[in-house]
């Protein structure tokens, strides 16, 4: 599995130095799982390695770290190296290099994380972390809650590798947890976000949102707290991805749809951030309005903010006119109206979403066949619509303006937006000649009525 990074270990070996696999490629390797980024610690010291190479990016050298590109691959080679000075609970800004791996390995965060392996497979794993992976156990090298003092992110670590493995956080450390969760809200937002992330990429978010509940953790994030937001994103933030109000209860036992909505995370992968963030902001019940607000503060690109909020007002609008209209006429009328007002790719991430949450849907059978049902007809109605906007319409605003013979007015943009669901719905020929009759006739009087 870890072949490619060989000849990097090799190359630093024959220079002289001591190299291994490290961190998660090693973790990942035993528990049989897809290795992604490669680890290698060395004696080296980063000019050496530096010199031992012909292809590095000095990623981040000041803390010992180059990255080696050899064989179309990047490796992180990074000095063994001791962290001390923790300061605000982050990350420390210097660092000492060591001589020994095994030193190296007692900064790592957890017992699984915290392996090395070397060349001939010979495996250093002093805290015995293969004995945890085997008993699925999440355990930190060392006083957890010291681990957690030095460094808060590691608790949302510890939430993300439970969730993700499926494992079980040993007792010491839930409690340096509980008792230590304030401290997360020392860390930048992008990172615990990258956790939550991850957690909701994995094979069982809900586990990873109800471990997040039952502890607390979230509400001491720096984006559910900040007066230095608008009240209104501090109480979003709090109350959809913080609150205790009995969330895990709520997703877990009580309402089926909204624990379909996580369910259906991962068979959904690969989908975009937005489609994601969008079930995730639904199943724990933030409205549309609330949504966009929640995705700034927790510092989403405004595009990923909008893409997501929208969705979920996308499915919130839907949802009102399924009430308001039972009728598939009626339905596929205000189908297209949402389809055209919200462009056709939010529509059809919707469906995508849409897809998935029935299919996770287990156990409420009539509900998902009337879902299903509704769904099959949406799809056909997406494909159908051929305009979205104004611009594809055959006629122009001054064209539709001339042939009403009436002064402008707020009357135009409604006349023309009608215009538009008409073709859209196939209730008139995108055709300048029709269309411009049209408000001859019909669309004037619709006009001066409204
Ligand atoms: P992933 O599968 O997400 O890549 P990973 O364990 O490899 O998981 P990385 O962030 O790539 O996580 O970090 C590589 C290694 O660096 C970890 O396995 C761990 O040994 C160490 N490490 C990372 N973050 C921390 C931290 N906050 N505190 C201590 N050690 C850490
Ligand atoms: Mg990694």
Redesign the pocket.
Known sequence: MLVQGENVLRVLRDGGHQAFF????V??EWMGRPV??M?IATSAKPDEVVRLFERTVPTGIQHGTVTVLMEGQAFEVTTFRKESDYADHR?PASVEFVDAVAEDLR???FTM??IARGLDGELIDPFDGRSDIERGLIRCVGVAEERFEE?A??MM?AVRFASTFGFRPVKSLWKALLDGRDKLGYIATERVRMELE?ILQGPDPLRGLALLERSGLLRHAKAAQGPAEPEAVADAGGEALGAEAALAQRLLHREPPRRALLGALPLLEPAPPALRWSLLLQALGAPGEAASLLLKSWTFPNQTAQEAAGIVRFDEAWEAIQTGAPGEREQRRGWIGLQVAFGRETAGLWLRRQQAVLQAASGDDAWRQAGQAVLTNAARWHREVRVHTLKELAVSGGEVLQAAGRKGGPWLSELLRELLLAVAAGELPNDRQTLLQHVETGGKENGSNS
């Open positions: 490290v961190g998660g490629c973790r990942d992604h980024d680890d990350r900064r790592r965060d994380n915290a460094d992110l590691r670590r991850k």
